[in-house]
């Protein structure tokens, strides 16, 4: 069965501070895909990155940075110089050949 | 280039009564999916649907819980008979046709807020 563990329920920062979100996976599926996506307060769901499982080459969107190492099924994400606009809801998720799987995320608060 | 469109944002029905949700998925979309998300907790999936097919619906409560996905027009997932516990955000999702559906990007809706008095 597949398994997303977010460990950290909650994290609070002060602006400009980095932060990272550990993800955590198991799966038996040799071809697999990782997920962020982020809930705001207001409640939808935003797409942030799909990594496969044959790419461990960390990724750099701006302030976004995501760490695969499938030695230790991490999937990490960090934000740099945290903003308040930050502030949300993060899931982790994992696809395989069965439906996504999602963490029970990881709520972040920046604090002005 | 509209996103996934999701009516009504809120929804408040009582014991007994039906709820309709529905689900327009992103232009240029074959495949949507549903998920359910309880307070404090990640999201389910429900069910996988393409247009006149619901390809699985492991995830979905074998009574009073029905999807469909027709030919023209959105999505819809209905609640029979809803209960208490029924109140939760439900999502739909869209992602293109692929041979390995559940790997390709799923843009997400804004939900559905069904609360049940």
């Known amino acids: ?112 | 280039n509209a996103g996934v469109m999701q009516n009504p944002r809120h929804l408040v029905r009582r014991r007994g009564q039906e709820a309709r949700l529905r689900c327009s998925p992103m232009k240029g979309h074959s495949h949507v999916y549903w998920y359910r998300q309880l307070p404090e907790e990640g999201l389910k999936f429900m069910v996988y649907l393409q247009k006149e097919n619901i390809i699985d619906e492991s995830g979905m409560p074998k009574e009073r819980f029905s999807a469909e996905f027709p030919k023209e027009g959105p999505s819809i997932l209905r609640i029979q008979q809803v209960v208490r516990g029924d109140s939760a955000a439900y999502f739909c999702a869209s992602s293109l046709a692929s041979g390995t559906p559940y790997q390709e990007t799923q843009y997400f809706g804004p939900g559905t807020r069904l609360l049940v008095l």
């Open chain 1, 1 to 112: 069965a597949q398994k997303v563990t977010q460990a950290q329920t909650e994290i609070s920062v002060v602006e400009k501070e980095d932060v990272t979100l550990d993800c955590v996976y198991e799966t038996r599926d040799t071809t697999y895909y990782l997920f962020w996506y982020k809930q705001p307060p207001s409640g939808e769901l935003v797409f942030l990155i799909r990594r496969n499982s044959f790419d461990e080459q960390n990724e750099i969107s701006g302030r976004y940075s995501w760490n695969f190492q499938k030695s230790t099924s991490s999937f990490n994400f960090t934000i740099t110089a945290s903003q308040v606009v930050d502030s949300a809801v993060y899931f982790c998720a994992l696809a395989g050949n069965t439906p996504l799987v999602f963490g029970k995320g990881t709520r972040l608060s920046v604090i002005a």
